[in-house]
């Protein structure tokens, strides 16, 4: 093994990761190398320099206006669930009367029926494709899918 | 005394929204930590974890207890997070995992509890790193997660923890000091 494939180890070496057979092969390389050593030195030195990096700790208000945050979403996610159906039922069944006015009145020209019936033939199979590429997209969308773990 | 996330964790599963607001409290600042680290502005940052949260809840059912809840909705946070990203970036020539989070206005010290010089530069060259870098080095050194939990959220083999997080402070040290080497 050169330096370079050490270097690895001597990262996880610092953090306390490097175990066993390995931890035994570094230490038993760095008792040998300068150049190691020194990395090591360097890295321990910047994982403190790092520790300096700190957040502002939330207070109590902030952490309630958080929270608000999240459940007026959750709130809202209901809400919007609630009124897609409802207004999807609304719009099916409206339509359903108008078309149902419109096919079965003998004043209406056969055109126009024929007309209708296309237009609506076409918009379900332009919902249908969108619904369809929509899934396909989530399936293959690896930053889509939720974790189940 | 405060009640283990696993009894939480039961109530929320049972429907229980107080339980969950008692993990959200728990877990916001360290949620809001790594989302920073992901979009970089505070605001963003914000309104990602907090999104995370919510997709947490609607999935509540889906976690087995297999790692604990912080690395799980980190995973979450994760997958919001580079959507956000991906959305930013959509008309951007650019690789998301190698595009830097860092936005237009610059970085946002007031986030920082010290205010020194040094971890102010720090922190902007983390939030200039690429993306696959930038996050080993929050996950890690900001959220002092394990190579095991780290490899949880990213869904990558330890080993290739190791190689990532060096390769990601090889390149948070270039940036800093200045030496690209």
Not at chain 1, 9 to 17: K, P, Q, R, T
Not at chain 1, 40 to 53: D, G, P, R, T, Y
Not at chain 1, 66 to 75: I, K, M, P, Q, T
């Amino acid at each position: 093994m050169t330096c370079e494939d050490y270097r690895p180890w001597i990262s996880a070496y610092v953090d306390d990761e490097l175990a066993g057979e390995d931890r035994k092969r570094l230490e038993a390389h760095l008792g040998e190398c300068a150049s190691c050593r020194r990395e090591l030195e360097e890295l321990i030195q910047f994982k403190e320099s790092l520790a300096m990096v700190q957040f502002n700790e939330p207070t109590d208000a902030q952490l309630d206006r958080y929270w608000s945050g999240v459940y007026n979403r959750l709130e809202r996610g209901v809400g919007w669930i609630l009124f897609s159906l409802g207004a999807i039922l609304l719009l099916c069944w409206g339509a359903f009367l108008v078309l149902e006015d419109l096919l079965t009145d003998g004043d209406v020209p056969l055109a126009m029926k024929a007309g209708i019936v296309l237009l609506v033939v076409g918009v379900v199979v332009l919902l249908v494709s969108i619904a369809r590429e929509r899934l396909s997209v989530r399936k293959q969308d690896k930053y889509s899918q939720e974790v189940d773990r | 005394m405060e009640p283990a996330d696993d009894d939480l964790i039961r109530q929320c599963k049972a429907g229980d929204t107080e339980a969950f607001g008692r993990l959200v409290r728990r877990y916001a600042g360290r949620a809001t930590q790594v989302a920073l680290g992901l979009v970089g502005d505070h605001a963003d940052a914000m309104d990602v974890s907090q999104e995370a949260f919510v997709r947490a809840w609607r999935h509540i059912q889906k976690f087995r207890g297999e790692s604990n809840f912080f690395t799980w909705y980190t995973s979450i946070l994760r997958n919001v997070a580079l959507t956000w990203l991906r959305r930013r970036l959509a008309h951007a020539d650019v690789d998301l995992m190698d595009a830097s989070a860092v936005p237009d206005g610059g970085i946002d010290p007031a986030v920082l509890a010290e205010r020194s010089e040094q971890a102010e530069r720090l922190w902007e060259a983390v939030l200039r790193l690429p993306t696959r870098h930038r996050e080993m080095i929050v996950l890690s050194h900001f959220e002092q997660l394990s190579y095991r939990e780290i490899a949880q959220v990213l869904e990558i083999p330890v080993g290739t923890v190791m190689s990532r997080l060096h390769a990601a402070r090889k390149a948070l040290r270039g940036r800093f000091t200045g030496d690209p080497s």
